[in-house]
């Protein structure tokens, strides 16, 4: 189905796309309750209508749904999405014989409509008049021998007339087509994210998984731009923990949710994940650092730096691990000794505001001030709105103008 959004603000087609928006963030409550806005600002909005049935479906309320499929047929009876999913909803409540009715008027529209064809067959097979459903899962299959769907209920009828051994070869196509048609769509989401074009990106991935719900990139990739938007770890975890039940060697998932859980104080649970991770890979540097600042956050100090040191053995050049020991040793008020890791980061990556920043951190609490105020500035340059560092870079300038006025008085003193 494709529908043409239009992006105002606050009339129907706003409310229309908060509410896929919803959908694609798997809040199916919120996305009705926009999709009702809509239809209060305008009833006869049909996309808005279709978009409510068909989440109402997901809902599984299917009786308010086939309502929704209704008001749009009796204003445009050859609407073929609504004939179509007015059908699905039909066939889920058991009325096999009514759905066909719906599947027919599209096919009078249309002779060639794979879904219509597909789920008139799997309606047929529901009332027992399995040899025509397979006539018509092979006349799609002639058009186009990869559509996974009707692979999928052609493999259900076969199994069905006992055909084992075809069903399996029939499921075993489905699966590989979603499989290979989920990894697209994938690809094209991370591409999207790429580019920080992240709501577009969750479209993709929403996608991805409706066609194979093991996809374990889909799922990690989810559940990150689900944290990106600051969603809840509630909601994000049902990806991530997705993921590694799925696969519980998943890598991404499992340092994605350390670093959740750690950038939320359960810093315990946090170590957990990251030794998770070292146990598949025990040259993990991110799994490694990551561990000693959950560490540091309570309170192993020892133990924290170990694991900061043990990262940058493994890789030297490593800003983030060098970073990290940076961060350790600051907030144990050990200045001296974290300025030579900033200089080394700085030294490997000089536009990393983040180093910059806090080597003027570094050199301020050493009342370096002139010192300090380059590095803030150097840091302003790259990232001129971070607040962090504007802050900071404050309390240098107060502290200068505190020493000059000092400098002053004692001058009219003498």
Known sequence: MNVVIFDTSKNSWHHINKGISWINYNDLKKAVSHFDKALHLEPDNLVAQLHKGMTLYKLDRINEAGLCFDKIIDTDPKNIDALLNKGLSLDKEGKNQEAISFFDRILEID???????????????????????????????EANQKNSNTLYNKSVVLGRLGKNKDSIFYLKKALEEDSR????????????????????AMKFYTKALELDPKNIQALVA???????????????????????KIDPKCVDALLNKGFILDRTGLYKKAVECFDKVLEIDPKNVRAVYSKGVALFSLKKYAEARFCCQRAI???????????????????????????PYCD????????????????????????????????YNRALEIQPDNQTTIYHKNKVLWQLEKKKRGSFLDKIRK
């Open 111 to 141: 002779s060639k409509y794979s879904d219509a064809l597909t789920y008139k067959a799997t309606s047929l097979s529901k009332l027992g008049k399995h040899e025509e459903a397979i006539t018509l899962f092979d006349k799609v299959l």
């Open 181 to 200: 048609m989920s990894e697209e769509l994938f690809e094209k989401g991370a591409k999207l994210a790429k580019q920080h074009k992240h709501e577009e």
């Open 222 to 244: 989810k559940g990150w731009t689900l944290d990106f938007a600051g969603f809840s770890n509630k909601d994000i975890f049902v990806f991530l923990d997705k993921a590694i």
């Open 313 to 339: 053995e493994l890789e030297p050049s490593n800003v983030k691990a060098l970073c990290s020991m940076v961060w350790v040793l600051a907030h144990m008020k050990k200045y001296e000794d974290a300025l």
């Open 344 to 375: 080394k980061a700085i030294e490997i990556a000089p536009g990393y505001a983040y180093a910059l920043s806090y080597k003027g951190k570094l050199l301020l609490e050493l009342k370096k001030y002139e010192e300090a105020l380059t590095y």
